[in-house]
């Protein structure tokens, strides 16, 4: 298993930025694809971006294409998502998982870090 951590999260306005990072506390995910996913009390968790270990095609949900940007180095044992343009709705706690093959589903992903909470204002 891998034990992963997020961090970056924090309070922006409207059409600012955030870039959040998932790393491994405990192991490696070099040769796992990425996903971040978010969700709000009440909801199911969602999809936002992932990416594989090659780092090519990348995935993105259509509420964040244009905006989000994932990337992740292989050598470090990061990946990261660069938010920009955030909107309230992005507002959430996103996760950072991984999976064994690059999805856009929830279920695919075996193993989540413990969440970072992202707040935009308006």
């Known amino acids: 298993q891998v034990q992963l951590v997020e961090s970056g999260g924090g309070l922006v306005q409207t059409g600012g930025s955030l870039r959040l990072s998932c790393g491994a506390s405990?192991?490696?995910?070099?040769?796992?694809?990425i996903g971040w996913f978010r969700q709000t009390p009440g909801q199911e968790r969602k999809f936002v971006a992932a990416?594989?270990?090659?780092?090519?095609?990348?995935l993105y949900a259509d509420s964040v294409k244009g905006r989000f940007t994932i990337s992740r180095d292989n050598a470090k044992n990061i990946v990261t998502l660069q938010m920009n343009s955030l909107k309230p709705e992005d507002t959430a706690v996103y996760y950072c998982?991984?999976?064994?093959?690059?999805?856009?589903?929830?279920?695919?992903?075996?193993?989540w870090g413990q969440g970072t909470q992202v707040t935009v204002s308006s």
């Open positions: 998982a991984a999976a064994y093959q690059l999805s856009d589903n929830y279920f695919t992903y075996e193993y």
């Open positions: 990416v594989n270990w090659s780092r090519h095609s990348p």
């Open positions: 405990e192991g490696t995910f070099s040769n796992y694809a």
